[in-house]
Structure formats: structure tokens, C-alpha cells
């Protein structure tokens, strides 16, 4: 080749453009650069200049830029080419962004405010012949301007035969005391049960002792007509403890806007009962013994707009005609998981409402649990482990672009 065209094919690749996609600090980078166009025939990068330090190098027997980025930086690399025997640079821009993990702060909640809570809360135990784990914890969104956790739960024993009470509840964003508002409404809901009289459950026990699956319809009418009968004055006592509250303090109710997911559940020797009722958007969702089929238990109170959500504080939500439509009761013989979550959650792991009925939606949920997500994070949801809790915990802090909200699970498995 000439002198005059190999001149005239470098100035041609001066004005070629390398564009080199943005890598992410901590996130695998892979780019393989095509050559095979024909201004680039015969071109050999023989070397890249800029990249120590960065976490990245570069491959010249697969034309391949690859590993993992260490720090974020703007750069110009410096591309060495080897054209016809002759050597020329080319510099290329090239963007490492920060993790968008490390953009948010972490700032203490005041510790001295008189409605202060831990920013985490988990815990785990014994459910019959099953376990419950469970964990609140602070969002992103809230530890990055210093606020408090809103999302709260309880569990509890209910009185001496074997039923349990769950409680899980998010208070609202805009409510200036919502922590304290979902905290009053989960504890008030299990201390309800717990100090109820064994034999207030007298007739649920006598339907289910003489029932056999399936049941028949009149006795899931009854069923149903049980669930109002012992769940409706739990919540009529939250909405009255959340009042008396909210009169002792000289706020407004509102100022305590929470929702509420309630479960009651208890074993028996061949089936087990299921009562729950719900207001707000804290899905309760009962997967079958196969993990082929998906109930949800509760109907959420969703819309287009934050508005939509509705509260356990809002007098009229005890008084509208289809109350009675926020209590559920289920008897079947076996399950493989329970779970009741906050939007937090939810939001990120479902997206809407319609996938909430998607068996294949709570497979991936299930997986990604066990270990199939980027952190690796694994929850090993079996009896005998006794770290359970603390690996649900860490499996929280998992990344989802928008969802930053404070996030509540339990699990019973």
C-alpha cells in the first residue's frame, strides 16, 4: 500500500466514531468491538491506554473490553492502532457511572422523637407443624432524607388452642405520624386476639372439626359469615384505639393513616383455617401444596393515583355496604407458603394487581427467594434453620429502579 493511502486512511478512521455503551461500577461489562466493517479491514487495536485502575481490560484476540468496573470516571481512552504496519492513536470518550446503589444516603432517625422506631425490625417461630419469618425494614427512600420506617407488623399467639394472629400495615407517606398509626394498628389487632376468650372461637371450631374437603357451599357461606363475625370487631377495636390515640395526643386521625392486613390461622388435625381481612394494598397471598396455584386473600384498595389507597383510620371505611367484602376464610388441607407483604414489596416484585393471580409471578418470587437474583442474596426457608430471618433481611435490600419504599414480608412455609 502507498504511502499517500495509507495516510488517507488514517485520516478516515480519525473521523470514525468508536461508541463504546456506558459501564456501571460494580455491574459486569462485556463489549466485544466489531472490526468487521470495511474502513476497519486489517485495522489492529494492538493495546487501550486509561483503563488502570478502572477493573477493566482488554482482550486483543477477541477484540473484547470486559470485567468489572471499579470506580466511576469519565474518560478518554486511548486506542492504539496498528494500520498497514503503521501505528496511530484515536481517542475514544468512555463513561463509567457510579452505582446508583451508593447515591443514597443513610441518615439516622432522630432517636430522642417520642413515636421513634428501629429502622428493622425480623423475626421468626414455630407455626404448627410450620415455621413464620418475617422483616420491616426502612426504605431507601426514607433513610436518604432521615425519616422513619412506616411499614410495620405483629405476630402473636391467640389465646391457648392454636391460633395465631398476624398483622401487617403501611402507613401512609403523607400522614405525619403514620409510623406510629401502623404500629398502633398491628399491636392493637394481635392484643385483640390475644386477650379474646377461647370460646369465641367455639363455633368457627365445631363448623371446621365436622367439615371434610372440599366443602360444600352453604358451609362456605357460613364460613365466610364467621370471618365478619370474629375478625369485624378486631378491626372496629384498631380503628377505635387508633381515635382514642390520635384524641390523647392532639392530632387528627389522619395524622395516623395506616392500612391493615389481618390473618387469623390456626391448624387443625386435617386441614387449616384461614381468616383474613383487609384494608389498604397489603397483598395476603396462599400458594398450593404444588405451588401450581395462587389464592389472593384480600381484594386491595389500588388506583392510578397514591390517593387511591384507602386507610383503616377513614371513618367510612366501616360504614360502607360491602365492608363485609374485606373478610376472607379458606380451609384447605395443606399449603407450601403464605405470605403477607406491604406495597413495597409488592410494587417491585409484582407491579400490579393482575399478577398478583399469576401462579407463574410467585414462582419467580419463590426463586428469586432461593437465591436466583443478582446479589445472590438466599433465604433458605426450611424448619431448621436459624439464621432464616436474618437472610430474609438481607435478601430486602435488593435493587428496584423506583421501588425504594419501606418494604414488609412474612412468610409462613
Known amino acids: 500500500m502507498e504511502k499517500w493511502e495509507i495516510f488517507q486512511w488514517k485520516k478516515s478512521l480519525e473521523e470514525k466514531r468508536i461508541v463504546l455503551p456506558n459501564a456501571t461500577v460494580g455491574k459486569s461489562y462485556r463489549q466485544e468491538l466489531d472490526l468487521s466493517a470495511a474502513e476497519w479491514n486489517e485495522v489492529i487495536i494492538s ?26 470516571a469519565d474518560l478518554k481512552l486511548v486506542f492504539n492502532l496498528i494500520i498497514a504496519g503503521e501505528s496511530m492513536e484515536k481517542k475514544v470518550p468512555f463513561a463509567i457511572n457510579p452505582d446508583p446503589r451508593s447515591l443514597w444516603k443513610t441518615i439516622d432517625t432522630d432517636r430522642d422523637d417520642p413515636w421513634w422506631k428501629p429502622d428493622e425490625f425480623l423475626s421468626q417461630q414455630a407455626l404448627g407443624s410450620k415455621s413464620l419469618v418475617a422483616a420491616s425494614k426502612r426504605g431507601r427512600a426514607h433513610a436518604n432524607v432521615g425519616k422513619f420506617r412506616e411499614d410495620h407488623y405483629a405476630c402473636a399467639t391467640a389465646g ?47 363448623l371446621v372439626n365436622g367439615t371434610t374437603l372440599p366443602i360444600a357451599q352453604p358451609l362456605e357461606q357460613k364460613l365466610q359469615e364467621l370471618a365478619v363475625k370474629l375478625l369485624s370487631p378486631a378491626a372496629l377495636e384498631v380503628h377505635g384505639e387508633l381515635s382514642r390515640k390520635a384524641i390523647s395526643i392532639d392530632a387528627s386521625l389522619a395524622d395516623l393513616h395506616a392500612t391493615l392486613a389481618l390473618c387469623l390461622i390456626k391448624q387443625f388435625q386435617n386441614a387449616w383455617v384461614i381468616l383474613t381481612f383487609s384494608v389498604g394494598d397489603c397483598p395476603i397471598g396462599l400458594i398450593s401444596s404444588n405451588e401450581e396455584e395462587v389464592s389472593v386473600l384480600n381484594w386491595l384498595d389500588t388506583g392510578e393515583y397514591g390517593g387511591a389507597t384507602r386507610f383503616l383510620t377513614m371513618p367510612e371505611i366501616l360504614e360502607q355496604p360491602d365492608f363485609h367484602t374485606r373478610f376472607s376464610a379458606r380451609i384447605v388441607s395443606d399449603f407450601s407458603y403464605l405470605m403477607m407483604m406491604s406495597d413495597g414489596i409488592y410494587d417491585a416484585k409484582f407491579e400490579t394487581a393482575f399478577n398478583l393471580s399469576q ?55
Open 47 to 72: 493495546n487501550i491506554n486509561g483503563l488502570e485502575h478502572t477493573g477493566l481490560a482488554y482482550d486483543t484476540e477477541s477484540n473484547t473490553l470486559t470485567g468489572i468496573p471499579l470506580v466511576s
Open 359 to 413: 401462579p407463574k409471578i410467585w414462582k419467580q418470587l419463590i426463586a428469586d427467594l432461593k437465591g436466583e437474583n443478582p446479589d445472590g442474596h438466599q433465604v433458605d426457608l426450611v424448619k431448621e434453620n436459624p439464621d432464616v430471618a436474618t437472610q430474609l433481611s438481607s435478601w430486602m435490600d435488593f435493587w428496584s429502579t423506583g421501588n425504594h419504599d419501606d418494604r414488609t414480608l412474612v412468610i409462613i412455609y
Open 160 to 206: 391457648k388452642r392454636g391460633w395465631h394472629t398476624i398483622a401487617v400495615s403501611d402507613g401512609a407517606g403523607s400522614a405525619d405520624l403514620s409510623r406510629l398509626g401502623s404500629k398502633i394498628a398491628c399491636e392493637a389487632a394481635v392484643s385483640y386476639f390475644r386477650q379474646l376468650s377461647d370460646s369465641a372461637f367455639d363455633e368457627l371450631e365445631t
